[in-house]
């Protein structure tokens, strides 16, 4: 029930493209879904965060999709860069805690 | 402003020793969190503090394990009796309140031979 499943695990576009990556949960006290990008060597950096009181948000080239009755939720990223490349990852939690259970990763490469 | 930072960057350790890892939060966030990332896995929850105490400690994987924040801002955590098994990358986290967007620092990685 702690469990963040993400997929796929990795995805290959081209540069213009609009990869979507998706994660599905199962733990209702969940509040609090976040997306980090990663790049090697690198921790993760925040890229986008919803709360459960809206299906949609967006910033920038990044859009989250939240459908809590199915308790999953996806990245979508408009007009892909090959700076883009780098690995995603979802990531939910009760947001009175802020412990963070992580999903398996996305390594996305974009091509030129 | 300054990031969330961690000191070393690189750590090698012989099996048996004991290690201390150290993390620099953003200043004034409250709230501090390590988390362990193994390769090719996402971060994956050790403990928590809010302030100077450990609200919860429930990822650590054992007794050998412990984590210390004394003044509500530095935190350090400690690995005794290292294993080749804790060889990942440590990570710190902190934010401004508990529960808020949490900000990573760039990670130490552990390697234990």
């Known amino acids: 029930q702690q469990q963040v499943k993400q997929s796929p695990q990795s995805l290959i576009v081209q540069k213009g493209g609009i990869p979507i990556i998706n994660c599905a949960y199962e733990n209702t006290a969940f509040d609090y879904f976040p997306w980090y990008q990663q790049f090697p060597g690198k921790g993760p950096a925040l890229l986008i965060a919803?709360?459960?009181?809206?299906s949609e948000k967006k910033e920038g080239r990044f859009t989250i999709s939240f459908n809590k009755s199915a308790k999953q939720f996806s990245l979508h990223i408009m007009d892909s860069q090959p700076g883009d490349s780098a690995t995603y990852f979802c990531a939910a939690s009760p947001s009175n805690t802020g412990k963070l259970i992580f999903g398996q990763g996305t390594t996305l490469q974009v091509k030129p | 402003g300054a990031g969330v930072s961690q000191t070393p960057s690189n750590k090698v350790t012989e099996k048996g020793k004991y290690v201390e890892l150290r993390c620099d939060p953003i200043s004034g966030h409250t709230a501090l969190y390590w988390y362990r990332q193994s390769l090719g896995q996402g971060p994956e929850f050790l403990i928590y503090f809010q302030g100077t105490g450990a609200a919860d400690d429930s990822g650590l994987p054992n007794d050998r394990f412990f984590a210390v924040r004394p003044e509500g801002s530095v935190s350090t955590l400690k690995i005794q009796r290292t294993e080749r098994g804790d060889s990942a990358v440590y990570l710190c986290?902190?934010?401004?309140?508990?529960?808020?967007?949490?900000?990573f620092g760039p990670g130490t990685r552990l390697t234990v031979t």
């Open positions: 919803i709360r459960p009181d809206v």
């Open positions: 986290a902190s934010s401004l309140v508990l529960g808020g967007e949490q900000y």
